[in-house]
């Protein structure tokens, strides 16, 4: 879909082509055809690179894609300065598997665009295809990637997401960015939920979507419930998302903070759901512990992009 956006934006026929399109002359309409429903093309693009190879599909397929790629780095190399301070943050849990990326582009507008949010799902499930390769001993495994890791990864295809972020800045025609990612697998009696906010009402589960907002949290937790409570469940990583607590907290090391509102440790803040009680309580009362967790906030500043900025303001002051 991408390359075919691209291509049909910056390959635009003239008039004069159209009007001489009314036959397809020296082709074969089978392989035009055949041409046109295995890459979604234009009747124009494909009857073009038809003609510059001799009606041969197999070759004609190859060169409509590497225009398609050309135009788009092109266009990513022009905008490559411009700002990214918009974007999504991805969601996909997947059995015991699970993944939260962070995509970045100009604008709101295309934050919401359907083609931007099918490019923050393509990311996340190569974050997965990934984590499906990894085998551990242990309860819980956890891998981030940055932005150059993740442009560097290779599709089934062979191309890498770098190539194909070049082709969606090509096919939005805004700067856009990968920039991080994280991905869980936990084993034995280890579970995994995940949450992106704002999230639509009256979803029954997402397991095996790819939720997108501003905001996502990934959970670990441990249950000796034999039935799921997805909207329990569900309520954690929202007062994750919600009270941003930097540990999940130790009765016996940590006390609760004496203002409710300056409380970090998620044990002991107060419940979202039910402000009568502390998520300790609640967690409690469903049997279920909280292992690991960690919330992204779409253009948040890591650590790293705090280096970035130092070493941006002494190279300047220098």
């Given at each position: 879909?991408?390359?075919?956006?691209?291509?049909?934006?910056?390959?635009?026929?003239t008039?004069?082509?159209?009007?001489?399109?009314?036959?397809?002359?020296?082709?074969?309409?089978?392989?035009?055809?055949?041409?046109?429903?295995?890459?979604?093309?234009?009747?124009?693009n494909?009857?073009?690179?038809?003609?510059?190879?001799?009606?041969?599909?197999?070759?004609?397929?190859?060169?409509?894609?590497?225009?398609?790629q050309?135009?788009?780095?092109?266009?990513?190399?022009?905008?490559?300065?411009?700002?990214?301070?918009?974007?999504l943050?991805g969601?996909?849990?997947?059995?015991?598997?699970?993944?939260?990326?962070?995509?970045?582009?100009?604008?709101?507008?295309?934050?919401?665009n359907?083609?931007?949010?099918?490019?923050?799902?393509?990311?996340?499930?190569?974050?997965?295809?990934?984590?499906?390769?990894?085998?551990?001993?242990?309860?819980?495994?956890?891998?981030?990637?940055?932005?150059?890791?993740?442009?560097?990864?290779?599709?089934?295809?062979?191309?890498?997401?770098?190539?194909?972020?070049?082709?969606?800045i090509?096919?939005?025609?805004?700067?856009?960015?990968?920039?991080?990612?994280?991905?869980?697998?936990?084993n034995?009696?280890?579970?995994?939920?995940?949450?992106?906010?704002?999230?639509?009402?009256?979803?029954?589960?997402?397991?095996?979507?790819?939720q997108?907002?501003?905001?996502?949290?990934i959970?670990?937790?441990?249950?000796?419930?034999?039935?799921?409570?997805?909207?329990?469940?569900?309520?954690?990583?929202?007062?994750?998302?919600?009270?941003?607590?930097?540990?999940?907290?130790?009765?016996?090391?940590?006390?609760?903070?004496?203002?409710?509102?300056?409380?970090?440790?998620?044990?002991?803040?107060?419940?979202?759901?039910?402000a009568?009680?502390?998520?300790?309580?609640?967690?409690?009362?469903?049997?279920?512990?909280?292992?690991?967790?960690?919330?992204?906030?779409?253009?948040?500043?890591?650590?790293?992009s705090?280096?970035?900025?130092?070493r941006?303001?002494?190279?300047?002051?220098?």
């Amino acid at each position: 879909m991408l390359f075919q956006k691209i291509f049909t934006r910056a390959l635009h026929s003239t008039r004069q082509l159209y009007a001489g399109a009314g036959g397809t002359g020296g082709l074969e309409k089978s392989a035009l055809a055949a041409l046109r429903k295995k890459t979604g093309y234009t009747f124009a693009n494909c009857k073009k690179a038809l003609e510059k190879h001799n009606n041969d599909v197999g070759l004609a397929e190859k060169w409509l894609h590497e225009q398609a790629q050309s135009l788009g780095w092109t266009k990513a190399t022009k905008l490559a300065d411009r700002a990214t301070a918009q974007g999504l943050i991805g969601v996909l849990i997947r059995g015991n598997r699970g993944a939260m990326v962070e995509l970045n582009c100009e604008t709101d507008f295309v934050a919401r665009n359907d083609t931007f949010k099918r490019f923050v799902d393509h990311v996340a499930c190569m974050c997965l295809h990934y984590t499906d390769l990894t085998d551990f001993d242990g309860d819980l495994w956890k891998l981030g990637f940055d932005a150059d890791a993740l442009k560097n990864l290779r599709t089934e295809e062979g191309r890498t997401l770098g190539d194909h972020l070049a082709l969606l800045i090509g096919a939005i025609g805004e700067n856009a960015s990968i920039r991080r990612a994280l991905c869980f697998k936990v084993n034995n009696d280890l579970k995994l939920v995940g949450y992106a906010h704002p999230a639509p009402t009256n979803v029954g589960t997402t397991e095996g979507i790819t939720q997108v907002g501003k905001y996502g949290a990934i959970v670990a937790y441990r249950s000796t419930h034999k039935l799921l409570d997805f909207e329990f469940h569900k309520s954690i990583c929202q007062q994750i998302v919600g009270m941003k607590p930097v540990k999940i907290g130790e009765y016996d090391k940590d006390k609760p903070a004496e203002n409710k509102d300056d409380e970090t440790c998620l044990i002991h803040q107060e419940y979202l759901l039910d402000a009568d009680k502390t998520v300790g309580e609640v967690l409690q009362e469903h049997n279920c512990e909280v292992v690991d967790y960690h919330r992204f906030e779409c253009g948040e500043q890591t650590e790293r992009s705090l280096e970035a900025i130092i070493r941006s303001q002494h190279q300047s002051s220098n």
